[in-house]
């Protein structure tokens, strides 16, 4: 189909058709001014917005890929429509999740109250990967443990939004976030003007002032810099991106060292102390004393600097506990126990396999749920289950009994879809969003965030490593709709 007019948004929730040929009444003006460009001329702006995304060098790269070490990650041009007044709720619902989050990290690593009360069991948090026993007793500057989270939110046949998952340790993407708006405003830059789609362009100064928040007070001119594995690592782009948005030293670890009790950065006007670490390397690796000890990424000494409050570190150490796919499953308790409050934006509903009925349930219904690796990301370590073979879920059934702590289980949601370009026509694509939020002075939350789009037919696979791609999201005021 070449036209909006043909578009039929099947059996699912369509972010900008109620059904086939008639827009929702706050999408309404961005459908007709996208049905007043002839398709050729929708076409060519395609083509030319993912040939400007290639000379701006977006890109992520793919371990273990026989096509190179670095992809462009795919865009399409029609945006992802998000009205003002439901961002609104979204918005109210990331801030109090993050305000959970925040006290749940700090408890665990502390006091234990959460475990003393019998809301989570000691064993679910000390079997997690993400938790570690160095980590506790901290006391990261300003109480604040998650300054930067990606939390991935999915709006099911319903309408209604659900949370999939929470990503504290090195959330990335929002590089790709910047970049599409800044490729949708040269490409459409009428739109701009006719509605007022919320900017998302303070993004690296709000990031850079919550960063500055974690400096001591005594520090009149507060050294700032960005952690980064290197050149292979997936969201490289992003690390040197950020790092040039906000104007601070992108380092590795070999430009840093403990010295004198304080972490300082090789110069050629020899050593400078540095004051906060925006890190985007794994907790295992950032200090070879600490963790790992075969890790050439990170700064020996670094966590003693830490925790004698000589260095600020965004996010803390041992954020990765609330990363873990089990412990999100107690997100509700937590937003009860430690805000007295109900949870806003509700959890998928998940089987945990650790428990004997759960598991018991999951393993006769493998071919309707979504099984997933409790400590995997990027789209590995799942079962689809409604697009298994026998086989396939043998092998998973297997691994479940094997190490069932490992496993939760999901209903397969119907991921809403936004019609997409592919191959000359537009079709129905599954969509996530990624908000950001940053915790600084105070919680902010970008307005719009990633939207990934699997541009496989009939896929709800997402992710960039599994052949996903990218919209511009749009929060818009219906007043100018």
């Not at 109620?18 to 003006?29: D, K, L, V, W, Y």
């Not at 304080?262 to 985007?280: P, S």
């Not at 963790?291 to 830490?306: I, W």
């Not at 219904?365 to 990301?377: G, I, M, Q």
Request: charged content about 25%; some cysteine; glycine content about 8%.
């Amino acid at each position: 189909m070449t036209s909006l007019e043909t578009y039929d948004p099947g059996d699912f929730y369509d972010e900008l058709f109620a059904s086939p040929g008639t827009p929702r009444p706050a999408a309404a003006e961005l459908v007709r001014r996208i049905q007043s460009l002839p398709f050729a001329e929708l076409q060519r702006r395609q083509d030319a917005a993912q040939k400007m995304l290639f000379k701006l060098g977006v890109t992520f790269n793919v371990y273990n890929d026989n096509q190179g070490t670095e992809r462009i990650f795919p865009f399409d041009v029609i945006p992802r429509f998000v009205p003002y007044s439901e961002w609104e709720g979204l918005e109210k619902g990331l801030k109090q999740r993050i305000a959970a989050l925040n006290c749940f990290i700090h408890d665990i690593y502390n006091d234990q109250k959460i475990i003393h009360d019998g809301v989570i069991s000691r064993e679910a948090i000390e079997t997690a990967p993400g938790f570690l026993p160095a980590c506790k007793g901290l006391q990261p500057p300003k109480g604040i443990w998650c300054h930067i989270t990606g939390t991935d939110l999915v709006k099911d046949r319903d309408g209604s939004w659900y949370v999939l998952e929470d990503n504290l340790r090195c959330p990335s993407g929002v590089s790709y976030v910047l970049e599409n708006r800044r490729v949708m405003k040269s490409s459409f830059p009428r739109f701009f003007d006719a509605l007022d789609i919320q900017p998302v362009d303070d993004y690296a100064s709000q990031l850079l002032e919550a960063l500055l928040n974690l400096a001591p007070s005594n520090v009149s001119d507060p050294c700032v810099v960005l952690l980064t594995p290197g050149i292979y690592n997936s969201a490289y782009f992003e690390h040197s991106f950020l790092a040039q948005q906000m104007g601070i030293e992108l380092v590795e670890g070999r430009d840093l060292v403990v010295a004198d009790g304080y972490l300082q950065m090789r110069t050629t006007k020899g050593l400078r102390r540095v004051d906060v670490i925006y890190r985007r390397i794994d907790d295992d690796f950032l200090d070879p004393q600490a963790f790992r000890a075969d890790s050439m990424l990170g700064v020996s000494g670094l966590m003693e600097v830490y925790r004698q409050g000589r260095v600020a570190i965004a996010n803390a150490p041992g954020t990765g506990i609330a990363d873990d796919k089990m412990i999100y499953a107690y997100v509700p308790q937590m937003i009860r126990y430690y805000l007295d409050e109900d949870q806003i934006l509700q959890n998928v509903p998940t089987y945990l396999c650790e428990d004997a009925k759960q598991r018991e349930y999951v393993l006769t219904h493998l071919d309707e749920l979504v099984v997933k690796a409790t400590n995997a990301s990027g789209g590995y370590g799942m079962l689809m289950g409604p697009h298994s073979t026998d086989e396939e879920r043998a092998a998973f059934a297997e691994k479940i009994k094997a190490d069932p702590r490992n496993y939760i289980a999901q209903p397969t949601l119907s991921l809403s879809r936004v019609p997409t370009l592919i191959d000359g026509q537009f079709e129905g694509c599954h969509v996530d969003l990624r908000p950001f939020i940053l915790y600084g002075k105070e919680v902010y939350v970008n307005p719009g965030g990633l939207t990934r789009v699997a541009l496989r037919r009939g896929s709800l696979v997402v992710n960039s490593s599994q052949g996903g791609g990218s919209k511009d999201t749009w929060v818009v005021k219906e007043s100018t709709c």
